[in-house]
């Protein structure tokens, strides 16, 4: 059995988690506020892809097209394993005042999902993602 300390640990555990986020994602549920304060869920669907060299994209598609209708985006994720955050770095995207923006986000996992919160307390959605 091998032994790591210090940084080689915490690079251990970065791959150890990046590959977990590793592959594609279906959109499960969008829990969000409503202008009401109750937490709704949104009618979407969509798709986040991982790679192992830390890219993501993300699309996501409103099935009221009333209400906004598409998002897409795609950049690199840095990871704060310790404190369960990892930050998007958006490089391109449909929205163009996101790109070069930073998003922090919580995660954690749950059997197969991939559950993503603000780490802001001011803001309280949820996305669920799931494997294939």
Known sequence: MKTVTGAHAQ???DAEILARFEGAW???AI???????AIRAADVEGLLVFTSDGHMAVQVRNLDY??????????TISLDVPNGIFVYRVEGALVREF??????????????????????????????????
């Open 26 to 28: 279906h959109l499960a």
């Open 11 to 13: 690079a251990t555990a």
């Open 99 to 132: 790109v070069v923006h930073d998003f922090p986000r919580a995660y954690s996992f749950m059997d197969d999902q991939l559950i993503l919160t603000s780490p802001q307390d001011d803001e309280k959605w949820r996305v669920v993602w799931c494997r294939g």
């Open 66 to 75: 009333s209400s906004g209708g598409y998002e897409a985006s795609f950049g």
């Open 31 to 37: 829990e969000q506020p409503d202008a009401n304060g």
